[in-house]
């Protein structure tokens, strides 16, 4: 079997990212060059940038920084890592990671804790602990929106990023 053309190891899916975001992977294309871009929560693009990794038929591990322009309005976004296809131009073995905003749950962002959840916690009484404001709960929900589905349903043993 085939590994994939391009593989991106840094952002994890779901992974908060910071400004900028740092990516890293392993990869070939088309004479090297490769394409990234991220994209707000509406699907917008909002930077793009091109880099080198290895070259036809030859893998090279991949390291960059892309700018995040301002703060995006809503958490949720998507970084997507691709090649331009000599033949037509298409974008071709294209990864896209979905990924968090940190600067959009609270800025300024400086990562986050781990919090595993206990019998009787919420996330207001959470969000009490942390910030001292048990309204700020909808950040812990928008930071954990890949596991929580309602603010209301937490399960004791879940393990939840606490932005900081």
Same mark, same amino acid.
């Given at each position: 079997?085939?590994?994939?053309?391009?593989?991106?190891?840094?952002?994890?899916?779901?992974? !908060?990212?910071?400004?900028?975001?740092?990516?890293?992977?392993? =990869?070939?294309?088309?004479?090297?060059?490769?394409?990234?871009?991220?994209?707000?929560?509406?699907?917008?693009?909002?930077?793009?940038?091109?880099?080198?990794?290895? =070259?036809?038929? !030859?893998? =090279?591990?991949?390291?960059?920084?892309?700018?995040?322009?301002?703060?995006?309005?809503?958490?949720?976004?998507?970084?997507?890592?691709?090649? !331009?296809?000599?033949?037509?131009?298409?974008?071709?073995?294209?990864?896209?990671?979905?990924?968090?905003?940190?600067?959009?749950?609270?800025?300024?962002?400086?990562?986050?804790?781990?919090?595993?959840?206990?019998? #009787?916690?919420?996330?207001?009484?959470?969000?009490?602990?942390?910030?001292?404001?048990?309204?700020?709960?909808?950040? !812990?929900?928008?930071?954990?929106?890949?596991?929580?589905?309602?603010?209301?349903?937490?399960?004791? #043993?879940?393990?939840?990023?606490?932005?900081?």
């Amino acid at each position: 079997m085939t590994p994939p053309l391009i593989s991106v190891r840094q952002p994890r899916a779901h992974d !908060i990212v910071d400004d900028p975001v740092e990516v890293a992977g392993v =990869g070939t294309g088309f004479e090297g060059t490769l394409q990234a871009r991220l994209r707000n929560a509406g699907g917008n693009e909002i930077a793009q940038r091109h880099f080198n990794a290895g =070259g036809t038929g !030859i893998w =090279g591990n991949f390291f960059f920084r892309i700018e995040v322009p301002g703060v995006p309005a809503r958490a949720r976004g998507t970084l997507e890592v691709y090649e !331009i296809s000599a033949e037509d131009g298409s974008e071709i073995n294209k990864r896209v990671i979905p990924i968090v905003f940190g600067r959009s749950l609270i800025d300024p962002f400086h990562g986050f804790t781990i919090h595993t959840v206990e019998p #009787g916690d919420t996330l207001s009484a959470i969000a009490d602990t942390f910030y001292g404001d048990p309204a700020k709960f909808q950040i !812990i929900f928008a930071a954990n929106r890949n596991q929580l589905d309602d603010p209301d349903e937490i399960v004791p #043993g879940q393990v939840l990023r606490i932005p900081q």
